[in-house]
C-alpha cells in the first residue's frame, strides 16, 4: 500500500511592531515527504512535452541542433512507462512531430524508440514564435486525462516572429495549466522571455553553458517532473480589517513573485514531490489600529490539498505593538535571510545590466556587493556563477576578459537560486551581553538591538558583535 504524503507548514517571524511600522514579513516553510511514486493502476498519472526550438539558428553552429536531439532522446529513454509524452518541433509554428496524431503517447519501450527516431529527424529552419509553441502545449495538455503536467522548452533565438504582447496572452491563457521548465543555448537569446516563462508556469529558467550538457539537464529535468505526485497544494490567506497583503513570493528553492497570481487570497502552488520551499509573506498593517503591549491577530495561513482539504493547521500571524528598540528592531533570521537574498538577485541583475551598457566601473560595484552577499548566505552556486564573470583578490573585484553572453544570461537567470542557510558549528563562547547601544546598518541605516547578527531591513550581515556594525 502506498504511503501517505507528509504535509508540514512552519511561520517564522518576529511578532514585535514599532509604532512606525507599517508592515509584518513571515517567512513560510512548507514541506512535502513521502509522495512517493504514482500508485500503478494502469491509469497514466503524468504528462510531458519537449518543445524544441528549430529554427535557422540552431543549424549554426551544428552543434546546437545536434545537442538538442541528443538531449531529447536522452529525456524520452528516462521517461517511466505509462507517462503521457510528445515532442514538438517549434519555430514561427509548432509541430508534434511525436506521436502523429494530437494525442499524446503512453511512454513504453516501442512509443520511445519510434520517438527517437522521430527526434533524429527535426532539421533547423525558420522563425521563433514562442506564443505558438505555448498555446500548442495547453492544447495538447486539455486532452490529457491527467493532472501533472510539465514541458521542458529549449530555445536558442530571441522572440522575433510573435507579434506583439503574444507572448503575455499566451502565458495567461497557459497559467495553471501546466508548469514549464525554459532553457536558452548559445549566445543570442534573450534571457527576459526566458524568465517571464518561468515565473507563470511554475519552473524554472536557465542558461546551457556548454551544448554537452543539455542532455544530462533534460534527463533531471523530466525525473523531477516525474517525481512530482501531489498534483496541487494551495496557501489560503486570510488578512484582518487593519492589514491587507502587500506581496507573497516563492523565495526557495528560487525567487519568484506570486503576487498577482494570488486570487481570493488563495495561492496556488502547483505538483509537488518529496521537497521543501519557502514562501516570503508580506502584510500591510495599520500599526494606530493596535493596542500596545498584546498580542493582535493580522491574518492566518492554511496549507490546502484538493478541492478544499485542509492538510496543516492554521498558522497565526501575530502583531505586538512595543516601544521597545531592542524587541521590535531585531530582525527573525529567516526573514533577514530572504532579504538578503533579494537584494543579491537585484545586484547582480544591475550588475549585468551596467556591463551590458559598457559601464565596467558600477558592474564591478554591483557585482562586489553581490559577492559579498552571497558569501555572508553561503550560497555556493551563485558565487560559481558570478566566479565566471569576476576575479576576486583581496576584497577587490575586478571583471574577467572575454565573457560570454552566455555567462551573463546565467547570472541573470541564476539570480533567483537562493540557499538554505548552512548548517552552523557549534562554537563555544560567552553569552552576548543584551545591554550598550543599538546596532546600525552601514548600507541602509536601520537600526537593531545589541545582538542582531543581521539588518532586518536589507539582509546586510553585521560584524562581531562588539565590532563597528
Known amino acids: 500500500m502506498p504511503e501517505t504524503p507528509s504535509f508540514t507548514l512552519r511561520l517564522s517571524q518576529n511578532k514585535y511592531l514599532a509604532p512606525s511600522d507599517d508592515r509584518m514579513d513571515a517567512v513560510l516553510t512548507v514541506r512535502v515527504g513521502d509522495a512517493g511514486a504514482p500508485v500503478a493502476d494502469g491509469a497514466p ?61 503512453v511512454a513504453g519501450a516501442r512509443t520511445r524508440q519510434e520517438a527517437k527516431a522521430a527526434v533524429s529527424g527535426l532539421i533547423a529552419g525558420g522563425g521563433t514564435a514562442m506564443s505558438q509553441w505555448l498555446e500548442l502545449a495547453r492544447e495538447l495538455f486539455d486532452r490529457c486525462p491527467v493532472e501533472i503536467r510539465h514541458a521542458v522548452l529549449l530555445t536558442d533565438g530571441k522572440n522575433e516572429s510573435d507579434r506583439r504582447g503574444a507572448l503575455e496572452a499566451a502565458l495567461d491563457r497557459c497559467q495553471g495549466a501546466f508548469a514549464c521548465d525554459a532553457r536558452g543555448i548559445g549566445d543570442d537569446w534573450d534571457p527576459r522571455d526566458l524568465r517571464r516563462i518561468a515565473s507563470v508556469l511554475r519552473g524554472s529558467a536557465d542558461a546551457v553553458l556548454e551544448d554537452a550538457e543539455l542532455a544530462g539537464d533534460f534527463r533531471r529535468l523530466v525525473e523531477q517532473a516525474m517525481g512530482r505526485t501531489v498534483p496541487d497544494l494551495r496557501l489560503r490567506l486570510t488578512t484582518m480589517p487593519y ?38 509573506l508580506c502584510l500591510e498593517v495599520d500599526a494606530a489600529e493596535l493596542t500596545r503591549y498584546e498580542d493582535r491577530l493580522l491574518g492566518t495561513v492554511t496549507l490546502l490539498e484538493g478541492a478544499d482539504t485542509a492538510v496543516s493547521d492554521r498558522l497565526p500571524v501575530v502583531g505586538y505593538l512595543t516601544d ?14 530572504v532579504t538578503g537574498q533579494s537584494e543579491l538577485g537585484r545586484a547582480l541583475r ?7 551598457r559598457g559601464d565596467r566601473a558600477e558592474a564591478e560595484r554591483e557585482w562586489s556587493t553581490a559577492h559579498r552577499l552571497a558569501t555572508g548566505l553561503g550560497n555556493a552556486e551563485i558565487l560559481k556563477r558570478l566566479g565566471r564573470l569576476v576575479d576576486v583578490h583581496d576584497g577587490t573585484v575586478t571583471i574577467k576578459d572575454g565573457i560570454r553572453p552566455r555567462d551573463g544570461f546565467s547570472i541573470v537567470l541564476g539570480s533567483a537560486i537562493s540557499a538554505l542557510p548552512p548548517a552552523e558549528p557549534v562554537v563555544t563562547r560567552a553569552p552576548l551581553a543584551e545591554g550598550g547601544p543599538p546596532r546600525e546598518c552601514v548600507l541602509c541605516g536601520h537600526k537593531a538591538r545589541p545582538t542582531a547578527t543581521r539588518c532586518g531591513r536589507c539582509g546586510e550581515p553585521f560584524g562581531p558583535a562588539g565590532a563597528p556594525s
Open 243 to 280: 492589514t491587507r497583503l502587500r506581496f507573497v513570493k516563492q523565495v526557495f528553492p528560487t525567487e519568484v513573485d506570486l503576487t498577482a497570481q494570488c486570487r481570493a487570497l488563495e495561492l496556488p502552488t502547483g505538483a509537488w514531490g518529496d521537497e521543501q520551499r519557502e514562501y516570503h
Open 45 to 105: 498519472q503524468s504528462a510531458e512535452l519537449l518543445l524544441v526550438d528549430c529554427s535557422s539558428s540552431m543549424d549554426w553552429p551544428p552543434t546546437k541542433i545536434e545537442a538538442a536531439r541528443h538531449a531529447c532522446r536522452v529525456a524520452v529513454d528516462s521517461l517511466r512507462d505509462g507517462v503521457l509524452f510528445g515532442v514538438v518541433q517549434c519555430t514561427a509554428h509548432a509541430e508534434l512531430v511525436y506521436p502523429a496524431t494530437r494525442q499524446l503517447a
Open 324 to 337: 521597545d528598540l531592542s524587541l521590535s528592531s531585531v530582525p527573525d533570521e529567516n526573514v533577514a535571510r
Open 350 to 356: 544591475a550588475g549585468w545590466d551596467a556591463f551590458e
